[in-house]
């Protein structure tokens, strides 16, 4: 089975930018897709990015389209990141990474995607 680990969150201000990293236990994006959540305290876990299948562009949710980028390193293969830009407090959760299978691209439900990290969390004092 697949263990992804997250990293990179953290204690920061509005404003400022954050990378957040995950990497997989095992060479697992070849035939699925990485993307991440975000969970807040009392708040269901919410849809962030995925990333795009093929030619298609990564999907975003409209709460952070503009500021955060989904990217992955295509020469490792096992790592996906979430560059966080112009953070604000509403942004504050621990987000976690996971994956979906290609022929559910599209899908935003956390139904959909499996692998489930232990999640990184981030901060933001305004």
């Known amino acids: 089975q697949v263990h992804f680990v997250e990293s990179g969150g953290g204690f920061v201000q509005a404003g400022d930018s954050v990378r957040l990293s995950c990497v997989a236990s095992?060479?697992?994006?070849?035939?699925?897709?990485p993307g991440w959540f975000r969970q807040a305290p009392g708040k269901e876990r919410e849809f962030v990015a995925v990333?795009?299948?093929?030619?298609?562009?990564?999907?975003y949710a409209d709460s952070v389209k503009g500021r955060f980028t989904i990217s992955r390193d295509d020469a490792n293969n096992t790592v996906v990141y979430l560059q966080m830009n112009n953070l604000r407090p509403k942004d504050t959760a621990l987000y976690y990474c996971?994956?979906?299978?290609?022929?559910?691209?599209?899908?935003?439900?956390?139904?959909?995607?499996?692998?489930w990290g232990q999640g990184t969390q981030v901060t933001v004092s305004s």
């Open positions: 996971a994956t979906t299978s290609i022929s559910k691209f599209g899908s935003t439900s956390a139904g959909d995607f499996g692998s």
């Open positions: 095992g060479r697992i994006f070849s035939d699925s897709l």
């Open positions: 990333i795009g299948w093929r030619d298609a562009s990564p999907l």
